[in-house]
T-cell receptor, first 115, second 118 residues
Framework: AQKITQTQPGMFVQEKEAVTLDCTYD???????LFWYKQPSSGEMIFLIY??????QNATEGRYSLNFQKARKSANLVISASQLGDSAMYFC????????????FGSGTRLQVQP | EAGVAQSPRYKIIEKRQSVAFWCNPI?????LYWYQQILGQGPKLLIQ????????DSQLPKDRFSAERLKGVDSTLKIQPAKLEDSAVYLC????????????????FGNGTRLTVT
């Protein structure tokens, strides 16, 4: 079984500052992938970034980076230079095994960027 | 490329009524998922299809929920009869990944159907 834990129900950040959203996970799979999605108030789920469990380097995609600490089973999302449009729900998710399984999602963190 | 299409966008029904949702995945995507997202929670998998076969329906309340994916393309999710606790957003997602798929294949989501059961 896989479990994703996001302990921050809500976060505030000032515009142009960096923010870290926490995610810890638990799985018995030796190989797995970690994903972050953004869900604005309009409801669509937007894929942000992916980290494989055997990737040597932490993933980066523009202003998004993933702070992956395998021993601690954490995969925190870092957003640099926050923008007002970053205000949304953020979900951490994982997929294990061969990739045939669906994503398991955490409960999400609501980020509000303040001007 | 066109995204995942879902309809209707909103639906309001009374408890004990039935309702159906439709999903058209991205062209060529073999795997299709239905997720239920209750307000304030993360999406929870209901059912996963690989082409027109069911891969995982372990969390589908089969006494009231049913889903099909005829011809391995479009899919419908039905609830009959609906309960108050079924009020949620129903998200359809698809991915190109087939059997032996790569772990890094993201799911592409539709805009969802918001169901309100009164």
């Amino acid at each position: 079984a896989q479990k994703i834990t996001q302990t921050q129900p809500g976060m505030f950040v000032q515009e142009k500052e960096a923010v870290t959203l926490d995610c810890t996970y638990d799985t018995s799979d030796p190989s797995y992938g970690l994903f972050w999605y953004k869900q604005p108030s309009s409801g669509e789920m937007i894929f942000l970034i992916y980290q494989g469990s055997y990737d040597q380097q932490n993933a980066t995609e523009g202003r998004y980076s993933l702070n992956f600490q395998k021993a601690r089973k954490s995969a925190n999302l870092v957003i640099s230079a926050s923008q007002l449009g970053d205000s949304a729900m953020y979900f951490c998710a994982m997929r294990g095994d061969t990739g045939r399984r669906a994503l398991t999602f955490g409960s999400g963190t609501r980020l509000q960027v303040q001007p | 490329e066109a995204g995942v299409a879902q309809s209707p966008r909103y639906k309001i029904i009374e408890k004990r009524q039935s309702v159906a949702f439709w999903c058209n995945p991205i062209s060529g995507h073999a795997t299709l998922y239905w997720y239920q997202q209750i307000l304030g929670q993360g999406p929870k998998l209901l059912i996963q299809f690989q082409n027109n076969g069911v891969v995982d329906d372990s969390q589908l309340p089969k006494d009231r929920f049913s889903a099909e994916r005829l011809k391995g393309v479009d899919s419908t999710l039905k609830i009959q009869p609906a309960k108050l606790e079924d009020s949620a957003v129903y998200l359809c997602a698809s991915t190109f990944a087939g059997w032996g798929s790569r772990k890094n294949s993201p799911l592409h989501f539709g805009n969802g159907t918001r169901l309100t059961v009164t």
